[in-house]
């Protein structure tokens, strides 16, 4: 201690001893020297003994004393850091039926919804706590109201069950987004790995083969629309033949690629190996995604890399990493011109031509997650100058029309808009949405008639059929923007009519995807990218119906569509599967009904005051009383709408937080 006071007049005597040290030819040889001048080690060597400057350390205390000083800041910030987590904590562990934590609860969601001016957060008479929910009057409120109605005392071990499971549904959906869990656990496998483990060489030579024969197979159209399967195979080449380092981009293509045709392979010779193969490229291509820096360059191998990563998150139901990546690929593809019309003096058509189709690629997905996400596209239609071409791919005129659902339907400012405005663009939308159904009907009828050929894809039936489903349920979801006049339910028949064909579409699809044994993960996509990634809204069209007007036959369709999202076997990919989510959802439409069955249900005037206050009163919506006492339907309307529309984005989004329940 009395050195560190007197450091100045102590130190040089001190450090004496130390002030010469080995010689620089000695330290490089790494052998003793006995610090002459010169050493005896030189003077042996006959070579020149030199002594390279020792830096001083006469201001070394004095820094560490202003080290010392930044540590204890940052100790004490972490403190204070650590402080505020527990008062956290212990605020979350408090009841929620405390006043405080409702305050800080609404102010918490009122900081982070976009669309908080168009909904106003009311009070539940039935319950007398104020609705901590962001959107969720409709299905999410009456589950809550079916389980705070059922007394413990009633209830029999099974029902008992499932009114425990409804409750930890309600618990995790009325804590704001931002306190769920939304990280991303695979982050940790995203560490490089030297020489990663790929199919063998052997194998791929084959697949590539057969992929350069097959080029007519549906998944094969699908994945040369984003490079020419030409540029795919040189990227593969390049990859396994590697003479020079390749780049993660150029590691991403190919076992994206090679993941694709292995399991198109797989489904034609029934190959054990070949699957095994897919799902290993499917792992390299994730992790490599996840390795990717913020800024990447500018090139259309970067752009198929990042579409790749869109796609395979969408399978992954990561609708949140999906939109990360196409974000990216769109921005790159602005940046490079491929959404504008080029010069006609450029002469490589073939290349301007791929360039297009990857556009339209990332523009497909780009629309599809901004009305899924409830956000703004990243490429905006009228910055796009590329011509519509007579032949242009029925997803890509798809693609135009979610993106005019949200605009002018779905988006902050579509929702405002008053029910007479709406109207006319719900009938101009559905024309021509239904134009594009009629054209998938017709190519089902043709490839159904094709299917006895021998060389015929046998997925490509299964793949319109999906289509179908994701266009249809669109159409429901536009005609749920109508003014319903005068309907019971607040919806017009026509929506409901497009809800249940849905409904029987899904069937026919679920079928021909429960024998698809070629692929096993045919399933999960399939729920993906029908049932998640559209979203499936005549689920909750037909769910509010069957629970207003008592209809158990609508009931029994949503039971049997929960059923036929069953796995076949239980699988640690997801903690929340679809299939839980609407069963529980089934069951307590179940429990209400069976409560309140009664002798004439179609008769309006004999309904229980519950049940004909379904979207007023009991689920905290105000009727929209004017002055004279009237109902503003108008206005109701509107409010309504995006009251059902953002409760719908909830439970969607609650199937990608992976919560338990």
């Not at 769920?180 to 483990?197: D, F, M, Q, T, W």
């Not at 396994?240 to 076992?255: H, T």
């Not at 003096?345 to 990332?362: C, G, I, K, S, Y």
Request: charged letters at 25%; hydrophobic letters at 35%; a negative charge.
């Amino acid at each position: 201690m009395e050195s560190r006071g007197n450091p100045i007049d102590d130190r040089p005597k001190a450090r004496l001893a130390i002030t010469r040290r080995s010689c620089d030819q000695c330290r490089a040889r790494k052998i003793g020297c006995n610090r002459g001048s010169p050493c005896s080690n030189c003077v042996s060597a006959r070579v020149n003994c030199t002594h390279s400057a020792v830096a001083s350390n006469a201001t070394t205390p004095k820094q560490r004393v202003l080290i010392s000083a930044q540590y204890e800041q940052k100790i004490d910030d972490i403190a204070k850091g650590i402080d505020g987590i527990k008062l956290l904590l212990q605020g979350l562990n408090v009841s929620s039926g405390t006043e405080q934590l409702e305050s800080s609860s609404l102010q918490r969601l009122n900081e982070a919804d976009p669309a908080k001016h168009l909904i106003e957060h009311n009070t539940n008479p039935g319950c007398g706590v104020a609705s901590l929910w962001d959107h969720s009057f409709h299905i999410i409120d009456f589950v809550k109201a079916v389980v705070e109605d059922r007394d413990p005392k009633d209830v029999g071990p099974e029902e008992s069950e499932v009114l425990s499971s409804l409750r930890r549904l309600v618990q995790t959906l009325e804590d704001p987004p931002t306190l769920r869990n939304s990280s991303i656990p695979e982050l940790k496998i995203a560490k490089y790995h030297v020489g990663p483990s790929m199919p063998p060489l052997e194998a791929v030579v084959a697949v590539l083969r057969w992929a350069k024969e097959h080029e007519g197979y549906n998944r094969l159209i699908w994945v040369s629309q984003m490079l020419p399967l030409e540029k795919f195979a040189d990227i593969c080449r390049k990859v396994y033949f590697a003479v020079d380092d390749y780049s993660e981009i150029d590691f991403i293509i190919a076992n994206g690629y090679l993941s694709y045709i292995f399991v198109e392979h797989a489904v034609i010779s029934g190959r054990r190996d070949y699957q095994d193969y897919s799902r290993l490229c499917s792992s390299n291509t994730y992790s490599a995604l996840l390795r990717l820096p913020l800024l990447l360059p500018a090139s259309m191998e970067t752009i198929a890399a990042l579409t790749l990563g869109a796609f395979k998150a969408i399978e992954n139901s990561k609708a949140i990493m999906s939109w990360t990546f196409i974000s990216a690929a769109s921005d790159l593809c602005q940046r490079l011109g491929y959404h504008r019309l080029r010069s006609p003096r450029e002469t490589d058509h073939p290349m301007r031509d791929a360039q297009e189709r990857l556009f339209w690629n990332v523009h497909k997905i780009d629309k599809s997650l901004s009305l899924r996400l409830g956000r703004p596209s990243n490429i905006r239609d009228a910055e796009i100058t590329l011509p519509i071409k007579p032949d242009e791919p029925r997803a890509t005129r798809l693609a135009r029309i979610q993106g005019k659902v949200y605009d002018q339907l779905y988006s902050p400012a579509g929702l405002s808009r008053p029910s007479n405005e709406r109207g006319p663009i719900v009938e101009a939308l559905a024309t021509e949405l239904r134009g594009l159904i009629d054209e998938a009907h017709d190519e089902i009828a043709d490839v159904s008639n094709q299917l006895d050929s021998g060389d015929s894809d046998p997925t490509r039936i299964i793949y319109l059929q999906c289509d179908l489903v994701c266009q249809s349920s669109l159409l429901a979801l536009i005609l749920r923007a109508i003014p319903a006049g005068a309907s019971l339910t607040g919806v017009s028949d026509d929506c409901v009519t497009v809800a249940r064909e849905t409904l029987d579409i899904h069937h026919q699809c679920m079928t021909g995807v429960r024998k698809g044994k070629g692929d096993p993960s045919l399933l999960t996509k399939y729920i993906n990218w029908a049932i998640l990634h559209t979203p499936f809204v005549p689920f909750g069209i037909l769910f509010t119906r069957s629970v207003q007007l008592l209809d158990a036959a609508d009931l029994v369709r949503l039971e049997r569509f929960a059923a036929s999202l069953q796995p076949e076997t239980a699988s640690s990919e997801s903690i929340t599967h679809p299939y839980r989510l609407y069963e529980l959802l089934c069951q307590t439409a179940r429990l209400y009904i069976d409560s309140h069955t009664f002798s004439s249900p179609t008769d309006v005037t004999d309904l229980p005051d519950s049940v004909g206050q379904f979207d007023f009163v009991q689920f905290g919506m105000d009727a929209g009383v004017t002055l004279d006492g009237a109902l503003d339907i108008p206005d109701f309307q509107a409010d309504e709408l995006s009251d059902w529309y953002y409760g719908n984005q909830q439970l969607m989004n609650l199937l990608d937080d992976d919560a338990r329940f």
